[in-house]
């Protein structure tokens, strides 16, 4: 070390201690899944290891069989400090002053997360889904082998179509890189004498976990909340999936006896074929449907409204009124797309 020209010496910021003992990490068993139900990931073989220790890439790392051994069993979902704080690396910083004890700038770095699994085969003519519902702050995702994308933002959801690279009824590789936020902030310690600001330089790095630099009385999370904080699942669908339901209501206020219902849904086709079928749908006891035909690999939008469904145009309708003011009335409203096959020409 070269001394400081500050007269008052050295600042230890890390400290590593080896030895022998201590707690022993072990990973619960792998849930049983059955063929068309979802597979949940977030039980069995993930491990977790800091990314400056791990020296392959992403392609390397999702293939089936490689060594993870010396990583740690990762909690999914869950932070890398629930991870940490799960196999006993670190003391629990809900505890007095036991957050003082975590290294902020070990933490603050991009981790690798690693799951190995099997799954049944799927039925012929379904797409396999790779899902994630939340990650912080950004991540890149690796199947077998394959980068299939990145994930942007702590809020954002991540959705892979893995039917080309799924391996059925035998291992399967999968490992995400999981991004440090850029913009960390300084560690705040809040005090009565001073609470320090609410959020701060994090905000620039939104979508975020934004209350993890502090908040109110929250002091700075280490690692500001990186990590699979949702849960990861395989799910299977057919060529077309429904997405993007939309329920709006117009009422000629102030008369509340009538109210214009319109329900709207996107199909996507994700073969490339056009395909054809019927929407159903159904608000409350009243049911609608309609064929369409969804061009091949494209979108298409399928409204209801009084001017196809009249039976859209609610008399005395049951509305949700503010607390004090009424009851909160909701209509179940259920969304189908059934008896799809390839649209086919007759040969010229």
Known sequence: MTRAADPGGY????????????????????????????????????RLQRDSLVTADGAVISKPGY??????????????????????????????????????????ADFWYRDEFSVPAPKPGEHVWLNFDGINWKAEVFFNGQKLGRIEGGFMRGRFDVTSLVRPGTANGLAVRIIKNATAGSVKEKTLAETEANGGALGADNPTMHASIGWDWIPTVRGRNTGIWGRVFLTTTGSVTIEKPFVSTTLPLPDVSRADVSVEVALHNHDQKEVSGTVRGRFGAIEFEKQVTVPAASDMVVKFDPSTTP?????????????????????????SICALRPVTFPAL
């Open 11 to 46: 600042v230890l910021s890390e400290l590593e201690v080896y030895g022998r003992g201590g707690p022993v990490p072990r990973p619960q068993p792998t849930a049983v899944s059955k063929t068309g139900e979802r597979i949940d990931l977030g039980r069995g073989e993930w």
């Open 311 to 335: 039976a859209l145009r609610l008399q005395n309708p049951k509305l949700w009124w503010p607390a004090g003011y009424g009851a909160q009335n909701l209509y179940a409203v259920t969304l």
């Open 67 to 108: 060594s993870a051994s010396d990583w740690l069993p990762a909690t999914v979902p869950g932070t890398v400090l629930t991870s940490y704080l799960d196999d006993g690396a670190i003391p629990d910083p809900n505890y007095g002053r036991n957050q003082l004890q975590i290294s902020d700038s070990y933490f603050y």
